[in-house]
């Protein structure tokens, strides 16, 4: 696999990586998780979840253009309409 198609799957990890970190730090009221700069404006619990959505959506869609299709398929509409609803309610 060449650089070029790993540079998405790593972005996608890694988004999925921050959004789940920030999750867990809404949910045991962990403060320095909550915020990347301390005393600045923290990130939103469905900011976070949409972190995550988002991240398993670039995964898919990367696969998907490497030629992998299976499971992305179910995967994407689905995470986009995780995100959606929590985007939506604001």
Excluded: E
């Amino acid at each position: 696999m060449l650089l070029n198609a790993r540079v998405p799957i790593i972005i996608s990890l890694f988004t999925v990586l921050i959004g789940l970190l920030v999750t867990i730090a809404w949910i045991f009221d962990i403060p320095v998780l909550k915020s990347i700069i301390p005393n600045a404006v923290t990130i939103k619990f469905s900011t976070a979840i949409s972190f995550v959505f988002s991240g398993v959506i670039l995964y898919f869609v990367s696969n998907h253009c490497a030629g992998k299709i299976g499971m992305g398929q179910i995967a994407i509409p689905i995470s986009g309409f995780v995100v959606f609803l929590f985007m939506a309610t604001f």
